[in-house]
């Protein structure tokens, strides 16, 4: 009984595979725009950095009104500070930080009636380029210029007995840990160095809006916004960089213009009339 069961739903789906596969019309993308980003936590405010965002993908149908999308992005993010700024500053410095990512987001999108489509995804961006500079020239720190790495703070001299403050975000209770590990350190900066490196990944929560311009073409807003953060680093009460007063985690923060265009919509809208009508 069982076996003929097994045998009865192979035969069914292997005659449904051929109308599903008809049915489903995947569509090409090509996307072309640009990124206004800051990074969140590093002491300079707005959204003043300009990026390229292109790639393609493939939107694939699950029901009439449901699709999932798959891209393959070149996407700029990062920071911009124009002026330095002197007085009362804990980062007195001119600043323009640029990370390139490969990124792939993963998006389910609900269209409503071919005009407007609401996405929500997320993306994996790995990290294969950096410039970070501060008033003009390559950021050091300690001469050895920014780069990627884990990002985290780290004990100058590691030991087995050394706690982990990789993650500490909280200046008073790294204060209290350096305090209990070296009671005679005058500043936390001599026992404590600051992170040189930002993270290779970057995981993303992605929300999208689609507008039908004609035909094919698509303009679509996204916003971006990084689940962990890409760097942990201390800055200091002045730009004598010893008196450290605060840690603070950073984030890639995006917002996303870009033109869509949709290779085989016009078979994907045909097929759905057809579905709808049961031919």
Not at 2 to 10: E, T, V, Y
Not at 99 to 104: G, K, Q
Not at 144 to 158: A, N
Not at 181 to 187: F, K, M, R, V
Request: charged share 20%.
């Amino acid at each position: 009984m069982k076996k003929s069961r097994i045998f009865a739903l192979i035969m069914a789906f292997m005659v449904a595979t051929p109308t599903l596969l008809h049915a489903q019309i995947i569509k090409g993308e090509l996307f072309l725009g640009g990124n206004l980003t800051q990074v969140d936590g590093d002491e300079c405010y707005g959204f003043k950095k300009l990026g390229i965002h292109a790639g393609a993908g493939a939107l694939i149908p699950i029901t009439n009104y449901l699709d999932i999308g798959l891209e393959v992005l070149f996407n700029q993010k990062g920071a911009y500070k124009r002026n330095a700024i002197v007085s009362n500053s804990s980062f007195p410095y001119a600043y323009n930080l640029k990370l390139n990512y490969a990124e792939i987001p993963i998006m389910i999108y609900l269209t409503d009636k071919d005009v407007v489509s609401v996405g929500l995804g997320v993306s994996y961006g790995r990290l294969v380029g950096l410039t970070e500079l501060m008033n003009g020239q390559p950021s050091k720190y300690e001469g050895v210029e920014i780069g990627v790495g884990d990002g985290k703070l780290h004990w100058r001299q590691e030991a087995d007995n050394l706690p982990d403050i990789g993650q500490i975000v909280s200046i008073d209770e790294l204060n209290e840990i350096v305090v209990k590990q070296y009671p005679n350190a005058t500043y936390i900066s001599k026992v404590v160095a600051n992170s040189n490196t930002y993270r290779p990944d970057d995981f993303n929560i992605c929300a999208d809006l689609r507008f039908r311009i004609w035909e094919g073409l698509h303009s679509e807003l996204r916003y971006q916004y990084s689940l962990r953060p890409i760097r942990y680093r201390m800055f200091y009460e002045d730009s004598s960089l010893v008196l450290a007063n605060q840690i603070r985690t950073q984030y890639n923060n995006s917002i996303t213009l870009r033109v869509v265009y949709l290779f085989n919509e016009h078979r994907a809208k045909a097929n759905k009339e057809a579905s709808k009508t049961g031919q």
